[in-house]
């Protein structure tokens, strides 16, 4: 019973080195360009992004294009 | 004995090794990066719709790509896939089991699935030909609650459970194809990308991970939550995450530097975050609070630019469409909202 304890301890412990070995071999990208890049695609996607933006009231899907009575 | 205590060194040692091959590539913040950026100025959304329909607290909502349909999930035991623009209820779904926690749309449109107490998540066809909408599937085999479920195809989906696994089904034999263990605790939440080849996932164990889903194999751990995360999406450009935390922030993680850039958060800000959504460009971040309010992120100055302040109960789902058009929120007040 006891062994069978161990065994799987040992077992859980082993895959958990492993997969720490599988993170710490990934491949990281400086800070600066990951940051750069972020902006970057905020910036050039401003102009495109409705919630940023506003919505005219004619686009809007989510408005009529006349006014309603009030709900 | 002994090899036990060989493999606890050296996991703490490769930890160790993380941590500074991490600190090694921080040879910026984002704060410098984006110092010369200008804050946001205020964002002012209005409610355009309220969808009323629902008895009991929404747990979920999903859009559908098609930025006009959603589908939210309440615990009134109903699935209820709506017109947002019209607010009219193209299909009222009644569930086995009303202790629902989650909900999807597929992206062809033509499935919805929804989860939870019942452990199971059930496949709903939206486009049988008799018209009737029917269970087409119930994945079992999760023996903690359906918290996420998200769609890959018609033919697969993913889902988190409190069994703190994540697992890829194939819908049509109703099978588990692959099963992501690691998280040690609930897994609450999930997305998935754009390009459908990893999906990242949320746990109470405080940490995000990143799972490559044909290897069936986490590639990167997040830390540095203080409390459960109940919420994680991608960033637009895919190469970043964001988290909800009952630790009352939310975070950004860059997958490629493989860390956190930012934390947003505000001392006034004292209660757990339930469901996280960035608009088209990534440059607001909206986050539903217990609070009953959604606060609005500018994400690269970390500094609040707008609240959606309209619900009576907690937020509990949020979501913006695909074209970035609206978003919509999901409350305990058995009520979804349209904003933009």
Known sequence: MSNNNASSSLAVA????????????????????????LKNFCLQNAHKDPLLMGVPSGDNPFRPPKSCGLL | MGEMEQLRKEAESLKDEITAARKAVQDATLQDTVSGTVVVSRVQLKTRKTLRGHLAKIYAMHWSTDSKLCVSASQDGKLIVWDSYTTNKVNAIPLKSSWVMTCSYAPSGNMVACGGLDN?????????????????????AHTGYLSCCRFLSDAEIITSSGDCTCVLWDIETGTQKTVFAGHTGDCMSLAVPLDFKTFISGACDFTAKLWDIREGQCRQTFSGHESDINAIAFFPNGNAVITGSDDATCKLYDLRADQELITYQDSSIMCGVTSIAPSLSGRLILAGYDDFNCNIWDSLKAERVGVL????????????????????????DSFLKIWN
Do not use: F, P
């Not at chain 2, 059930?122 to 008799?130: E, F, G, R, V």
């Not at chain 2, 109960?313 to 058009?325: E, K, L, P, Q, Y």
């Open chain 2, 120 to 140: 199971m998540c059930s496949i709903y066809n939206l486009k049988a030909k008799d018209g009737n909408v029917k269970v087409m599937r119930e994945l079992a």
């Open chain 1, 14 to 37: 082993y895959r958990a080195v492993k997969q720490l070995r599988l993170e710490a071999s990934v491949r990281r990208i400086q800070v600066s360009q990951a940051a750069t890049d």
């Open chain 2, 309 to 332: 302040a309209g619900h009576d109960n907690r937020v509990s789902c949020i979501g913006v469409t695909a074209d970035g058009m609206a978003c919509c929120t999901g409350s305990w």
